[in-house]
């Protein structure tokens, strides 16, 4: 007797009428007509079933902190980061935290069940890293959170970004961030991915770096992260974050700086939303989109991972974490509308997401966590053209939540009919 049984679902890889089993949290059998008995069936209705969302980048401690102490008037990277700091020492663990819950909610409603959040180490009380510990602690049954320790205002230009970094990793936080782009000198920023790489490497941590946020050119610690990365055998353990200087850079620097990060086993995290409202600030026109090279890094064997970044904060006065809004983004901005593309955009917020985060037993086989989202959609492709709707959220085979299907009654006598936006099956394989 099976805990769960999922029928007629349709798979991420094209796969349909698909049977799933599900028995003590986790994926026991997926196949066409599976003949056991469950406790719980659910018909999926040749709907998509997929494993959860994934946030490869967010900042939880900052967000839904809009307005506090005021509004970014300009828009602007600078003047969101300028705002943070009057807001630090106004900042409680208490209100942290509820902020973080909140959103953490909004993230099981739309099927975002792992995410990795950076928090900022340049608050010399790391009240945001109690504070999100403690959320990653009692949130542990619902989602997975991982905790970049992020030193903000710079690992050198702050002088106690080290210490304040080296307790939070004492404390449990689980990646070492960084942020060269941020550092008084290009020198400077270069010695900041050496020395954290090497606190990475000592403590057998995973790397996730905020790396060349910006419109210079030349700006390449990418670069520097692909040799300190080889250098420490941190391949497959590293991530760079942003990369939008890329989006700026000559086509034969670009040339060799991507085989570069191949080579390195680096995955590439672009942040949509964020990095076309903040990047290009400077231009009139023509106006640089701002999001890194995300059809080039996919189409090198780069893993791409797409994070929300910010929602409802200094920088960033919109979203609801939903990561079919910012695979939607993507695709547009990244000119990605071809049919391998848009699903890879899919993919940048699934498996390709758990593949940078190194996740285990995540996925859609015997023996994954039966971790599953039920979509108001028969593809990935219907998924982020509707934005589906997240019709069952289910977490180690628990439902978790669920929204009943999104439909429109048109009442005009000769017209009438209930809509609900799909169409015919068209990228069925």
Request: overall charge negative; aromatic content about 4%; glycine content about 6%.
């Amino acid at each position: 007797m099976l805990d769960l049984k999922i029928t007629a679902a349709n798979l991420p890889d094209g796969r349909q009428n698909i049977d799933i089993g599900i028995q003590g949290g986790k994926i026991v059998a997926v196949e066409p007509n599976l003949a056991a008995e469950a406790a719980q069936t659910i018909d999926a209705k040749n709907r998509l079933v997929t494993p959860p969302f994934i946030d490869s980048h967010v900042h939880l401690d900052s967000t839904l902190s809009l307005g506090m102490p005021r509004l970014n008037e300009s828009g602007t990277l600078l003047e969101g980061i300028a705002l943070w700091g009057e807001l630090k020492p106004l900042l409680t663990a208490d209100a942290i935290f509820d902020r973080a819950k909140k959103l953490c909610l909004w993230s099981i409603a739309k099927g975002t069940l792992v995410i990795r959040s950076h928090v900022d180490v340049c608050d010399d009380r790391l009240l945001a890293v109690d504070a999100l510990l403690a959320l990653r602690e009692e949130l542990k049954p619902y989602l997975d959170i991982q905790l970049v320790a992020f030193p903000q205002d710079g690992f050198f230009r702050y002088p106690k970004s080290r210490e304040n970094l080296l307790r939070a990793l004492a404390k449990g936080v689980d990646v070492v961030g960084g942020i060269p782009h941020f550092e008084r000198t290009m020198q400077d920023g270069a010695e900041s991915v050496a020395a954290l790489t090497r606190i990475a490497a000592d403590h057998g941590l995973m790397v996730d770096m905020h790396c060349d946020e910006s419109d210079d050119p030349l700006s390449r610690h990418i670069e520097i992260l692909a040799k300190e990365t080889i250098n420490h055998g941190l391949q497959n353990r590293v991530a760079g974050s942003h990369l939008t200087s890329m989006h700026s850079m000559d086509n034969y620097y670009v040339s060799k700086l991507i085989p570069l990060i191949r080579e390195a086993g680096i995955a590439a995290i672009a942040n949509p939303l964020i990095n076309i409202t903040l990047q290009g600030r400077h231009d009139t026109y023509p106006k640089r989109r701002g999001m890194t090279r995300v059809k080039e890094l996919m189409a090198a064997g780069v893993t791409v991972a797409f994070g929300h970044d910010c929602v409802m904060d200094p920088w960033y006065p919109l979203g609801s974490h939903d990561m079919l809004e910012v695979a939607q983004m993507a695709l547009h901005v990244g000119h990605l509308t071809g049919v391998a593309e848009i699903k890879s955009c899919f993919e940048a917020v699934t498996a390709n997401a758990a593949k940078t985060l190194n996740l285990a037993n995540y996925g859609l086989a015997p023996g994954c966590n039966a971790d599953l989202i039920i979509l108001q959609a028969e593809n990935p492709i219907e998924a982020i053209r509707l934005r589906a709707e997240r019709l069952a959220v289910i977490r180690r085979g628990q439902i978790l939540a669920t929204t009943p299907p999104r439909e429109t009654t048109i009442h005009a006598k000769s017209l009438k009919r209930t809509l609900d936006f799909t169409h015919a099956n068209l990228f069925a394989s």
